[in-house]
């Protein structure tokens, strides 16, 4: 392993985390895997090479202690992806309680914990010639998609975060990337099975699409990227310009009943 980047991604144990790991372990970086699911871990750390860690990002001690295990093995972490996400299906008037606050845990402290722990890692990565964060934040950062409320609202307070971050280590040497998918086909995320809309089951895509687009922002310094562009890039200024227009589209564009 010697001379390789190591880099951190957090829910690895499947879709988009997953295939993220095994990129960037084509394009030579040592990958350390991190998740909740530790057979799942297993078995992608031993196709890859890597080295995994069972870790709920939400707890801010157990991510604390994990990454003092990890900076105690590579005090250099050259890459930290901070993916790991769940959803939260259901509109503010529906969803559990419980839902809401896990979402907001997960999806956007999560990776607060996830940066203020691994920083300094990834502030001595930068010395050694750099070092990159990216927030796999998706479009729900910025459409406030009503029939998933609350995921969405986590996904505003990550984008927010990414951006935030972004200004913040500039000056540090360390890169931050904002990638914002558009729905992706994974274990957790099921949309050609739950969404309503016939046209928008067209534009969903894989998640080794979203894992190659990512990698490739982090190498050439891509500072925020939508997967794909169209036409979810497109929805997202039709919220900010034409907000009424735009409910309409949403309210017939949600999920199918029962799912």
Avoid at 114 to 124: I, N
Avoid at 197 to 210: A, G, K, Q
Avoid at 226 to 239: G, N
Wanted: hydrophobic share 45%; glycine share 10%.
């Amino acid at each position: 392993m010697s001379g390789q980047r190591v880099a951190v991604v957090t829910g690895a144990s499947s879709g988009i985390g997953e295939e993220t790991a095994r990129e960037l372990t084509r394009r030579g970086w040592h990958c350390v895997l991190l998740a909740r699911r530790g057979d799942r871990l297993e078995r992608v750390a031993s196709d890859i090479g890597g080295e995994w860690e069972l870790c709920d990002v939400s707890d801010r001690a157990q991510v604390e202690e994990v990454a003092a295990r990890i900076l105690e093995r590579h005090p250099a972490v050259a890459l930290l992806v901070n993916n790991a996400g769940v959803p939260a299906r259901g509109s503010f008037l529906e969803i559990d309680p419980e839902l809401v606050e896990r979402v907001i845990d997960v999806n956007y402290l999560g990776g607060v914990w996830c940066l203020r722990a691994f920083l300094p890692g990834l502030q001595a990565a930068a010395r050694a010639g750099g070092a990159h964060v990216v927030n796999l934040v998706s479009v729900a950062g910025t459409v406030a998609f009503a029939p998933a409320g609350a995921y969405a609202a986590a996904k505003h307070a990550q984008l927010a975060f990414s951006r935030s971050t972004a200004s913040l280590l500039r000056g540090r040497g360390i890169q931050v990337h904002t990638v914002m998918p558009g729905f992706v086909e994974t274990e957790g995320f099921p949309q050609h099975s739950v969404l309503s809309s016939r046209l928008m089951r067209r534009f969903v895509i894989e998640p080794d699409e979203v894992a190659t687009r990512m990698v490739d922002a982090v190498e050439k310094g891509k500072r925020e990227i939508t997967v794909p562009w169209f036409p979810y890039r497109l929805i997202s200024i039709a919220q900010a310009l034409l907000p009424g227009v735009f409910a309409r589209f949403a309210s017939a564009s949600g999920y199918r009943k029962g799912t």
